[in-house]
């Protein structure tokens, strides 16, 4: 059973590019959050998708979207990209169904470790 | 605002036991989560509370008083892959996770 799987590991942007990140949720979960952690922080929560969906987002600016696919899977855009956005990118993967997953136990991909120069 | 606290770093011994305590201030509350961040790696959950009182689970307990906005977890017979930082998180009133930054914990022989 694979689990919440992530891409690319590494990815280094120059500031005002974009960039797509791709997460692939545990089988059996429909529900993806993601978060952006900072060096020696704690996840800040960006947004969450359930059934291709935004259902839920956090304190971040709309040059951060997402995507939500019919396999579930999904995808993190970022565009004009900062100095500050340099960050691990987490996904995680939930059965959230209509039960809100905040209950559920979020199980997390590796990350992808962003770096903007 | 919505805050979470918890210390930033500590030290123990292999064997001992440590108690790594989390405070909380959020808007609406629907339970408290502790996961395990090893360097480099995703966190992997440890507990889940939302009633008041202490769960245990193998070597790990974790305790929660809503009343204290208080949590700690409680790690015994350490052991060095121990190491990590322990996330403390909290379910707001619009079921979203508020992360504390993490309490590293370093394990000496």
């Known amino acids: 059973d694979a689990g919440v799987t992530q891409s690319p590991t590494h990815l280094i942007k120059t500031r005002g590019q974009q960039v797509t990140l791709r997460c692939s949720p545990k089988?059996?979960?429909?529900?993806v959050s993601w978060y952006q952690q900072a060096l020696g922080q704690g996840p800040q929560f960006i947004f969450q998708?359930?059934?291709?969906?935004?259902?839920q987002r956090g304190n971040f600016p709309d040059r951060f979207s997402g995507h939500q696919f019919p396999n579930y899977s999904s995808e993190l855009n970022v565009n004009a990209l900062l100095l500050g956005d340099s960050a691990l990118y987490l996904c995680?993967?939930?059965?959230?169904?209509?039960?809100?997953?905040?209950?559920?136990?979020?199980?997390f991909g590796p990350g992808t470790r962003l770096t903007v120069l | 605002g919505q805050n979470i606290d918890q210390p930033t770093e500590m030290t123990a011994t292999e064997g001992a036991i440590v108690q790594i305590n989390c405070t909380y201030q959020?808007?609406?509350?629907?339970?408290l989560f502790w996961y395990q961040q090893h360097a480099g790696e995703a966190p992997t959950f440890l507990s889940y509370?939302?009633l008041d009182g202490l769960e245990e689970k193998g070597r790990f307990s974790s305790f929660l008083s809503r009343s204290k906005g208080y949590s700690y977890l409680l790690l015994k017979e350490l052991q060095m892959k121990d190491s990590a930082s322990y996330l403390c998180?909290?379910?707001?009133?619009?079921?979203?996770?508020?992360w504390g930054a993490g309490t590293k914990l370093i394990i000496k022989p």
């Open positions: 089988s059996g979960h429909d529900t």
């Open positions: 959020t808007s609406g509350f629907n339970g």
């Open positions: 509370n939302v």
């Open positions: 995680a993967s939930s059965p959230g169904g209509t039960s809100g997953s905040v209950y559920n136990e979020q199980f």
């Open positions: 998708y359930y059934e291709e969906e935004e259902r």
């Open positions: 998180a909290v379910g707001d009133s619009n079921y979203q996770l508020i």
